[in-house]
């Protein structure tokens, strides 16, 4: 059971990778928006679907922690 736990543990990780990328990205398009406030919406709409894609790769990385503690653990 340890070495399963292990696995989901590290497949729950990429949710520290989401974390860091959606911070940097929030970070960068507001010192853009700083910048040149006429290109808001666009920078806005940018964000937005970045931060959608990251956050999709950490739920990923959830449900295969799931999938792994569920098939393999009930062995």
């Known amino acids: 059971m340890g070495v399963i736990a292990l696995g ?24 853009s928006i700083a910048r040149q406030p006429e290109a808001k919406g ?10 959608a894609l990251a956050e999709a790769t950490a739920v990923y990385g959830f449900v295969i922690a799931l999938l792994i503690i569920i098939m393999l653990g009930s062995k």
Do not use: M, N, P
């Open 42 to 51: 666009d920078i806005r709409t940018s964000l937005i679907i970045g931060c």
């Open 8 to 31: 989901a543990a590290v497949a729950v990780l990429t949710g520290i990778g989401a974390g860091i990328g959606i911070g940097i990205a929030t970070a960068k398009a507001t010192e």
